[in-house]
């Protein structure tokens, strides 16, 4: 049996030992809260993203942190990108249709998975990062429906394995999801004032929002940028002949039809009254020419019905144009209001030639 003095000496060891864990846990949980709370007062999706792509990863000490958001249907990328969000300049942000082929995890994936990093299996998580070693796939769920998930990746092989508890990371999970959900609402709730009602497209201050920032990356991407204006031909004509709430269904039925034909990068707007207005990033003229007569003849392929054997025929006028900002321009407004004013000149081009046309400053 040790002596008194030894035993004592063991025992205060020991106590001088816990207390150092009990204030490494306290530090760790101080940090684990300021950063929840960071995530909880930001302000805008995107600076959600920044908050949990550079925020946890300074926090954790760990070499990389993504975010993949599950969103088929291009809702969440369109807000984030209506609050200036650019995926150059953030790419561990991802944007998913489904989850399937990201990684295997995603087939059975309910609660954080953790493991070691394998290239051919999780390269999609974390796009362009080296020498990560094990890594924390966390699921992002509310409601019952999932959101996305969390990725976590580190050097260090022991950081992440299959015998370490998850209830922390699930909790993290857990204030993500909410997070995002929240900021998710709150941007759908700014959009709404940047939404056209009757037919659910962008409007015209959206459009010239939009403007501005696709010009300059067209800019810094030495690429076209095309503006499309299409509008509807003799439109009086059908309010008057068959009433405001047949224009309104014209109206809906050729937004519909301009937006299957036209790409997840591109943005339709009502511009105004019968008319609507398409930015079309890295498009060369006779690109958009194209898409402008498959729009055109969509919309004549057949009548648009508006009541029990009840239709119209419809018909609509395009015009086309396009710019190169050049390096150095500095007054990207004036540039965006010449585009727009050259595609109105073409458009008014079609309606003098007979209308139901395509007009382009070159053709």
């Not at 969390?150 to 260090?156: A, T, V, Y």
């Not at 321009?329 to 109105?344: M, N, Y």
């Amino acid at each position: 049996m040790a002596d008194p003095e030894t035993e004592a000496r063991r025992l205060r060891e020991q106590i001088a030992i816990l207390r150092r864990e009990a204030e490494d846990n306290s530090g760790i949980l101080k940090r684990a809260q300021t950063r929840e709370l960071c995530l909880l007062q930001s302000e805008s999706l995107v600076a959600l993203f920044d908050q949990i792509v550079d925020g946890l990863r300074e926090s954790h000490g760990l070499e990389a942190v993504s975010l993949v958001l599950v969103d088929p249907q291009h809702e969440v990328r369109h807000l984030a990108h209506s609050e200036k969000f650019s995926s150059e300049s953030r790419p561990e942000v991802l944007f998913v249709d489904t989850l399937a082929g990201m990684a295997p995890q995603f087939a059975t994936l309910y609660k954080p998975w953790l493991g070691p990093y394998i290239g051919a299996d999780h390269q999609l998580l974390f796009p362009g990062r080296q020498g990560l070693t094990s890594i924390a796939i966390l699921p992002l769920r509310r409601q019952r429906q999932l959101l996305g998930a969390l990725n976590f990746g580190s050097s260090d092989d022991r950081r992440f394995t299959r015998h370490h508890g998850t209830d922390f990371l699930d909790h993290l999970a857990n204030v993500t999801a909410v997070c995002l959900e929240n900021a998710i609402n709150r941007a759908r709730l700014v959009r709404s004032g940047l939404t056209d009602v009757l037919t659910g497209l962008s409007n015209r201050r959206y459009l010239q929002s939009r403007l501005a920032e696709e010009l300059a990356r067209a800019q810094r991407g030495e690429n076209e940028l095309t503006c499309v204006l299409v509008d509807v031909d003799h439109f009086k004509a059908v309010n008057d002949n068959h009433g405001h709430l047949a224009g309104d269904r014209v109206l809906r039925e050729i937004a519909e039809r301009i937006e299957m034909e036209v790409r997840a990068s591109d943005v339709v707007a009502r511009y105004g009254g019968e008319e609507f207005a398409l930015l079309l990033p890295d498009t060369r003229p006779e690109e958009a020419i194209g898409l402008s007569e498959r729009i055109r003849k969509s919309v004549a392929a057949s009548p648009i019905c508006f009541g029990p054997d009840q239709e119209v025929e419809v018909t609509v006028s395009v015009g086309v144009a396009s710019v190169r900002p050049v390096s150095g321009v500095t007054d990207l407004k004036s540039l965006g209001e010449k585009l727009i004013a050259e595609a109105d000149v073409q458009l008014y081009r079609a309606k003098a030639d007979g209308r139901d046309l395509v007009r382009y400053a070159n053709s």
